[in-house]
């Protein structure tokens, strides 16, 4: 078991440029969980896949967020025209279907740092 | 609206005595309710988590927490703190919902002084 990871760990972009995560779930987890956290705030979700299939969008998910999931394993997360309030640190989790596997395991994040 | 509270911004204690971080929750239905911890520049990790039974629960690292149904609350406690214990808290819930997303409070930062 190697956990969440997460790539880049840091992210220095200019406002309006475009930026995509990555992130790698724990091997057998097929439900995948994107938050935001901003300073001081608790993780804020984003947005859930069940495999491939995105079933919830948080209202936080602009239209200037998308987020993929293409064969069920790693998950991309876009930011497009970025702006000043963007950022954050962006957790990725994952959780197993498994009886009784309600919790999430996070990984390192993203901090995202548009200036 | 289901959230989650958790009234201490900071929790100092001594080195070796009790501590208790406290959590209250406002969600419809049965909560499913959780405890992470965040160290500095890492994510965060599971500490335990309450689904149903019995109302105390124990989890990683000697922390437990006690389910209070009537009072709505779910507070993590730990007989006798280690300066290692020093970290950044999350309570959480799970709403009612089939994606299994959770709402975090706000945190905690635990202090440990030798």
């Known amino acids: 078991d190697t956990g969440v990871s997460q790539n880049p760990r840091h992210k220095i972009t200019k406002r309006g440029q475009n930026v995509t995560f990555r992130c790698d779930p724990i091997s057998e987890h097929n439900r995948l969980y994107w938050y935001r956290q901003t300073l001081g705030q608790g993780p804020e979700f984003l947005t859930y896949f069940q495999n491939e299939a995105q079933l919830e969008k948080s209202r936080l998910l602009s239209d200037r967020f998308s987020a993929e999931r293409p064969k069920g394993s790693f998950s991309t997360l876009e930011i497009q025209r970025t702006e000043q309030g963007d950022s954050a640190m962006y957790l990725c989790?994952?959780?197993?279907?498994?009886?009784?596997?309600?919790?999430?395991?996070f990984g390192p994040g993203t901090r995202l740092t548009v200036t | 609206a289901q959230s989650v509270a958790q009234p201490e911004d900071q929790v100092n204690v001594a080195e070796g005595n009790p501590l208790t971080v406290k959590c209250t929750y406002s969600?419809?239905?049965?909560?499913?309710l959780f405890w992470y911890v965040q160290y500095p520049n890492r994510g965060l990790q599971f500490l335990l988590k309450?689904?149903?039974?019995?109302?105390l629960v124990k989890g990683s690292y000697g922390f437990e927490a006690e389910f209070n149904k009537s009072q709505t609350s779910f507070h993590l406690k730990k007989p006798s703190a280690l300066v290692s214990d020093s970290a950044l808290y999350f309570c959480?819930?799970?709403?009612?919902?089939?994606?299994?997303?959770?709402?975090f409070g706000q945190g905690t930062t635990l202090q440990v002084k030798p």
């Open positions: 309450y689904i149903t039974g019995d109302n």
């Open positions: 959480a819930v799970r709403p009612s919902s089939n994606t299994g997303k959770l709402i």
């Open positions: 989790a994952s959780r197993s279907a498994g009886a009784g596997a309600y919790e999430q395991y």
């Open positions: 969600v419809s239905g049965n909560p499913y």
